[in-house]
């Protein structure tokens, strides 16, 4: 540890005094909070600053304005050095069990916005901040029970915030009951008032900012105005206060003798860079004035390098604000633009500078130097006792400049209208900037950005616009720096715009915007370049009823439209774009039959979720001689390990040792996962076989320590001799290498194939489709702790879907009985099948650790760690064949499926069996299927919510699209054809099929038509299409059809002397509202002893965490079905206790009348009745499968220049049985769905050649956000009534409704599919359709280049040879 110089750092948390003398400066915050205090409601996600999971607020205090300034931070990047005289607040400093919750974590429990809970407390910060913000707006004073926020902000305040749970719209409505201006019918469905009731503000947990929380201190203030507070600037920390201060440090003898210097103004390059080396003085950029001014004058504004970009984007809006002319759209443009970099809680603390540096110095993609290269900007430099000052240009392109040269500050010119030289000439000075990135409103690197600044004039004598000069700049393309497009500018220069001008202007670019050969989508980003340079001119072309509408913004800001331009306009719906989640509706309907069954009852501990307490496995404090694991994986996809080795000058303090397979105990085997069909070893023993594969677990003192040794592990890999790795599906098909699948789960045929092709009018044969994997992205990564106990045994705390599992696999491992080990979860971050097989390598190689070193070992995985050694979802190869009548009617269809399991069983052998159920979902007449489980040299791929199901669904849909598409048919109408009658459904499954009244389907398609008004919106988008060139918009109506199964469960359930009740289960609380339900049912059944309602026994119960030891044969929770069997198992214990209790009852009711629970249960006590009773609830064989029914209709719009979706509205109904808990299950209705999206439009889960992961974080691998879900989202939760033979009538909703999501992927074809229409024309063919293949994940990329990556340059062809028709006739 590295004093700070004598000085002290002083802030404060949650108001309490900190006080510390020696800090490492490379400490963050977010490390100082979870392990030095007790406040852990921030979470580690993802390190990087791209997940919101440990945002905190930071108020900082002006004494000579006596002002406290407050905002976000992420404190994953936040360094503690930084926050000398500092107050930080984290969301149980707002409120707690304690002392009472705050109305935001009371909100967000009633509004059902927390599932899993490990997004809450960051959430609630980001809210809390807006909230404390707008207070300080001059805007009107709200109605009581209102913050002075906007419905708008309210939604934006989350948008840098990631959940993986909840699809967001319930988050959305508990920060928008906060606005001012929002209209209570639109909340979402809550605790706080039924549907039928008035909407009152008062039935809110009651918000005033008047007693608010103190997010500043007294005691700091008075230290702070008493200058007890230094800034502590000897030794490692330095926060000089003038430039000629920083330049003497840096000139220092010490920076001489190659001591690393760290210059340092938000530290969040970190979340970038991930820099590991260690620095000997970091130097504090903020406290230099110089650096931190924002000044203007009548040529421009300049802007200190530290000043953060939030602060500049306010500065710009500022010197914005009533000046009348045209520099104002350059301003305020720049400002919105830089309004999406990044998050909020990011931009509060990055500097302007910052960005830049990392642009010049490291090639980062950066937004802010393309829009202020196209402004003209200038940058001033210190090299040295040098200052220059530079074009920003000139900054960009000199060679990187060295690690102590220092960016004053940026100086971005104003931009005056030419006024006109005559009154024949009507001049305009024009400015626009483009991002295209996967997500609207920014927390994504765009694939290209651009900005544009050009002057125009209009001459009387002219019929045009001419470019009197034009500045064009391009960046993050794949490409060292921004550039400016000069060759383009010389051409346009003093030309006046014309079709063939930006033709040929067009076709220059594409030679100059070309991006480095190691860049992603090459074509597709030059194709960006060129379609925004086209959406910037093509108004200004004068070519009118030709160039018609579209456009990526719409209108030309600041420029006044003529009528003549304004018509090339598309004035559809600009008020919705860059929204967000426009209106939501829930329709559900509570049955109280079994009541409190049925009630749309808040989540189990939401509160503590939303307040940070609930604890997870990471957040249980460490003993004092606590170790922490790293794996060392391979790299390699198949290879000798000869041996690893730590690069001894990077190894940090603190290492301990590294585990590798040679530390198995004697009696103990190489095994660290198991399932039904085998085992996978813990470590690579002398080969490792995929890439990811764990090779050593390095053991430190901090979790920081082990990461950084396992970093610097060098492992040294042979290939000698060795075949060459199976690393494709067709490869391991020309190896044979296969897991076998067990006959009875291996597909039977249905039908008679042959004969249905003879049958069919129409046949396509060996159609392809390729689908690629997903990742978890569970927000809490796999985590473990371990503590050697008496007597040779061992305590695991888990974040697993199957602490069994875990405890027979640790056993092996160790050679030990199982009942030496005992496995604990209490809850989990989001599993989504993520923490089921593969959170079992993880707890068992730290207790394999601690049996070693015989003291506790944890892990908390890092992000990238997790997601290369994940495994994830299922990818495949299918290859079909289909005969089909004219009429839409299929009679066969085969497919052949490869599906790539990776090397080791896990439950790949079932996914055949799974894929079966969604696929059947149509008549396809006869079914036969030939499924291969491919064995490869990839990591394991696991069950992943719907494992198959998934996959199967949009195998049906794609098969479906192809035959319509084949046919010319619409293909909503070869759905409905090729839908089941209870006769082909009982077929087609069996046993599963149920009654015929239970076969929803039908009923609920078309419910769904008449409820979304699907005949009418398919008119209209009709229309739109007609009329829109660059956008196009699609929609589809998809059912689903998903089996499940329900697997024995146990549970126990025991009556305390106060009446309290305890209860266990085998399931495990993953955020899916299992404990929830059990609650529910739990009440309801021990109530049947009372018969009585007023008992409400609901707040009585508790549902403890799973402990192997005390509850045996726990199981898998997966399948969605867990909750229900729960349940079932539950309210077997509690019909035990009934009976016993009923006797007692009667006997006291004769006595005394009316009887008390809590007298019942005393009396009980008194009497020696046992009270605790367990049970295992074994389903009826008959009745354990069964089907879930459900459809959706999405609705979405593609833009054909970026190849943007925007999925504008989605309407499911999902039968939902008799619901458990509403709430929870449409919880899991939209947060599946929303998952689903990401599946089928965003996330892509890449490796390189070896196989290793390449998407390993949130800058690659992007998960939906608020700004990607449906902008209409409606959910009728069906009650399809009482179904005998399921628990209390209910079904099952975790994992079916994601498969709905292929609806929008759908939408997204039919969308194309009106492109490529148009594209066939410009190309002069008279072809009405193209047959294509959507890929899955539909991203931008992907989309554009089914649009045509060249649809511009066709366009404006087939206008030139139009225009020259006309010429010529
Ligand atoms: C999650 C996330 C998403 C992001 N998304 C985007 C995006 O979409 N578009 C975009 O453009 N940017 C994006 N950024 C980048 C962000 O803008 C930069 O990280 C930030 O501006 C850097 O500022 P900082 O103050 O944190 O710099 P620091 O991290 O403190 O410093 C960064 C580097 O610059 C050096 N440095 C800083 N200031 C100076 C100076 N005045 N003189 C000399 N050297 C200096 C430091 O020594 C260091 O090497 C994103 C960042 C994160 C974390
Ligand atoms: S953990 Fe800090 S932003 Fe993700
Ligand atoms: S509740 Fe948001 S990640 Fe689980």
């Given at each position: 540890m590295e004093g700070i110089g004598g000085k002290k750092l002083v802030f404060a948390i949650n108001g309490e005094r900190f006080e510390l003398s020696t800090v490492e400066p490379c400490t963050t915050l977010l490390e100082f909070l979870r392990t030095q205090t007790r406040f852990r409601s921030a979470k580690l996600s993802c390190g990087e600053g791209g997940c919101g999971a440990c945002v905190v607020l930071l108020s900082k205090y002006d004494p000579v304005l006596d002002q406290v300034e407050d905002f976000t931070i992420s404190s994953c990047l936040t360094l503690l050095c930084s926050l000398n005289g500092c107050s930080i607040t984290t969301s149980e400093g707002l409120g707690n069990s304690k002392d009472g919750f705050h109305p935001i974590h009371q909100r967000f429990s009633g509004f059902h916005a927390s599932q899993c809970g490990f997004c809450t407390p960051g959430m609630c910060m980001s809210l809390f901040s807006a909230l404390c913000n707008s207070e300080k707006t001059p805007r009107p004073e709200p109605s009581?029970?209102?913050?002075?926020?906007t419905v708008s902000e309210a939604e934006k305040a989350i948008a840098g915030n990631l959940c993986r749970c909840t699809g967001y719209r319930p988050i959305a409505d508990a920060c928008k009951s906060f606005a001012a201006d929002v209209d209570l019918e639109d909340l979402g469905l809550n605790c706080f008032w039924r549907k039928e009731e008035n909407k009152d503000?008062?039935?809110?947990?009651f918000y005033s900012h008047r007693d608010g929380i103190c997010t500043f201190p007294e005691f700091l203030k008075r230290e702070i105005k008493n200058k007890t507070?230094?800034?502590?600037?000897?030794?490692?920390w330095y926060s000089p206060v003038s430039v000629e201060e920083l330049q003497s440090l840096l000139g220092s003898e010490e920076a001489d003798n190659g001591t690393r210097v760290k210059l340092i103004v938000g530290n969040t390059g970190m979340g970038y860079y991930k820099e590991l080396e260690h620095y000997n003085k970091y130097i504090d950029l903020r406290h230099i004035p110089e650096l931190s001014i924002i000044r203007r004058d009548s040529t421009g504004i300049d802007i200190g390098a530290a000043v953060s970009i939030s602060n500049a984007i306010q500065a710009l809006k500022k010197a914005n604000k009533g000046i009348p002319g045209y520099e104002e759209a350059v301003f305020k443009k720049i400002a919105d633009h830089m309004d999406k970099i990044a998050s909020e809680y990011i931009r509060n603390t990055a500097s302007l500078g910052g960005n830049l540096v990392m642009a010049q110095r490291n090639q980062f993609p950066s937004d802010i130097a393309t829009v202020l290269l196209a402004a003209g900007a200038f940058v001033d430099i210190q090299i040295g006792t040098k200052r220059l000052e530079l074009t920003l240009e000139e900054f960009l392109e000199s060679p990187p400049f060295d690690s102590i040269t220092i960016l004053l500050s940026v100086r971005i010119p104003f931009w005056e209208q030419i006024r006109n030289v005559s009154s024949k000439t009507q001049s305009r000075l024009l400015f626009e900037t483009y991002r295209a990135a996967p997500r609207p409103l920014g927390n994504a690197l765009p694939y290209l950005n651009a900005a544009f600044l050009a002057q125009v004039s209009n001459y009387e004598d002219y019929d045009g616009v001419i470019l009197e000069s034009i500045q064009l700049a391009f960046g993050a393309y794949g490409t060292k720096h921004a550039i400016r497009a000069r060759r383009v500018e010389e051409f346009l220069t003093g030309k006046l715009l014309s079709v063939d001008l930006l033709f040929d202007a067009i076709k220059l670019l594409r030679g100059i915007i070309v991006p480095d050969d190691h860049a992603s989508h090459p074509a597709y980003r030059s194709s960006l370049a060129v379609g925004f340079l086209f959406d910037f001119l093509r108004p200004l072309v004068d070519s009118v009823g030709e160039i018609p509408n579209g456009g990526i913004n719409g209108a030309i800001n600041g420029f006044p439209i003529d009528a003549k331009v304004e018509s090339n306009f598309d004035k559809l719906d600009n008020t919705m774009r860059p929204g967000l989640l426009s209106s939501a509706k829930q329709v559900v309907e509570v049955v109280r039959d079994y009541h409190p069954v049925g009630e749309p009852t808040t989540k189990a501990g939401a509160e503590i979720q939303a307040s940070g307490e609930a604890v997870y496995v990471d957040d249980i404090p460490s003993t004092k001689d606590c170790l922490y694991g790293a794996f060392v994986y391979s790299t390699r996809p198949l290879a000798r390990v000869k041996g690893i080795t730590l690069k001894s000058s990077l190894i940090p303090d603190g290492v301990v040792g590294v585990i590798t397979v040679k530390e198995i105990p004697k009696g103990g085997e190489n095994v660290g996962a198991r399932s039904m069909f085998g085992t996978e070893p813990l470590f690579a023993d002398?080969?490792?076989?995929?890439?990811?594969?764990?090779i050593g677990f390095v053991v430190a003192d901090t979790q920081k320590h082990a990461n950084m040794a396992a970093n610097c592990a060098v492992v040294e890999y042979g290939t000698e001799n060795l075949e060459p790795p199976v690393l494709t599906v067709e490869e391991a098909v020309e190896k044979s290498s296969f897991f076998d699948i067990p006959p009875f789960l291996n597909p039977k045929p249905i039908g008679n194939f042959s004969k249905g092709m003879a049958e069919a009018d129409h046949k396509i044969l060996s159609a392809e489709i390729k689908l690629g994997s997903q990742y978890y992205f569970y927000m809490e990564t796999q985590t473990a702790l371990a503590v050697p106990d008496e007597d040779n045994c061992m305590v695991v705390y888990s974040s697993s879907q199957c602490p069994e599992n875990a405890q027979i696999v640790i056993a092996k491992g160790l050679g030990i009985p199982h009942h030496n080990v005992r496995v604990i979860t209490r809850r989990v971050g989001g599993g989504f099948g993520g923490k089921a097989i593969r959170s079992l390598p993880v707890a068992t190689a730290c207790a394999l650790a601690a049996h070693k070193l015989r003291r506790p070992v944890r892990i908390y995985l890092d992000r990238k760690t997790d997601m290369i050694m994940a495994g994830g979802r299922h990818p495949m190869k299918v290859n079909y064949s289909v005969g089909f009548k004219s009429n839409g009617i299929i009679t066969a269809l085969h497919l052949d499926v490869l599906i790539n399991a990776g090397i080791s069983e896990d439950v790949s052998p079932v996914i055949p069996y799974n894929m079966m159920g969604p696929l059947k979902k149509y008549n396809w007449g006869a079914l036969s299927v030939n499924m291969k489980v491919c064995k490869t040299n990839h990591s394991s791929k696991s069950a992943m919510r719907a494992p198959g199901e998934v996959q199967a669904s949009y195998i049906a849909e794609a098969v479906i699209e192809h035959v319509a598409s084949t046919l010319s048919m619409e293909v909503d109408s070869v759905r409905v054809k090729n839908l089941h009658t209870f006769e082909s459904l009982k077929v087609f499954y069996e046993g599963g099929s149920g009654e015929a009244v239970e076969y929803t389907l039908p009923s609920v398609m078309d419910r769904l038509v008449s409820s979304c008004n699907f005949h009418q919106r398919f008119e209209v988008i009709r229309q739109f299409n007609c009329c829109n060139k660059w956008k196009k918009r699609g929609i589809s109506r998809v059912p689903i059809v998903h089996e499940v199964m329900v697997r024995p469960t146990p549970g126990k359930v025991s009556l305390l002397n106060d009446g309290s009740v305890v209860v266990e289960v085998g399931g495990i609380e993953l955020g899916q509202g299992l404990w929830t339900k059990v609650k529910q049912m739990a009440a309801f059944a021990l109530s049947q002893v009372l018969l009585d309602r007023s008992s409400n026994l609901l707040e009585r119960v508790r549902v403890i965490q799973a402990d192997t030891l005390s509850l045996v044969q726990g199981g898998f929770t997966a399948g969605s079905t867990t909750s229900e069997s729960s349940c079932e198992a539950v309210r077997l214990c509690c019909k035990a206790l009934v009976e016993r209790l009923i006797p007692l009852k009667e006997r006291l009711q004769e006595n005394m009348g009316t009887v008390s629970w809590d007298m019942l249960i005393l009396q009980a006590h008194l009497q020696s009745v046992n009270l605790s009773a367990s049970a295992f609830y074994v389903p009826d064989l008959t009745s354990a499968q069964y089907l879930n029914y459900g459809a959706a209709v999405s609705e979405v719009e593609i833009d054909l220049l970026t190849g943007a979706t925007m999925i504008l509205r989605t309407d499911i109904i999902y039968d939902c049985g008799q619901s458990l808990n509403p709430a929870v299950d449409l919880g899991q209705i939209e947060g599946a769905f929303v998952q689903g999206i990401g599946f089928f439009m965003l996330e892509e889960y890449l490796t390189n050649s070896d196989g290793l992961v390449v998407s390993d974080g949130t800058w690659t691998y992007k998960i939906p956000t608020i700004d990607t879900i449906p902008k209409q989202f409606n959910v009728e939760i069906w009650n399809s009534g009482h179904h005998q033979r399921r628990v209390l009538s209910s079904k099952a909703s975790g994992e079916p409704p994601l498969l709905l999501a292929v609806s929008v992927h759908c939408a997204t074809r039919a969308a194309i599919k009106e492109a490529r229409k148009e594209l066939l024309a410009w190309n002069g063919?008279?072809?009405s359709h193209s047959t294509f293949q959507l890929e899955v994940p539909a991203t931008m990329p992907v989309v554009k280049k089914l649009c045509g990556l060249d649809n511009v340059e066709r366009y404006l062809q087939s206008l030139l040879s139009n225009q020259q028709k006309l010429s010529l006739s």
């Open positions: 009581p029970g209102f913050a002075k926020l503000v008062s039935k809110l947990p507070l230094l800034n502590s600037k000897e030794y490692s002398n080969f490792t076989q995929y890439a990811g594969q764990p063919s008279n072809a």
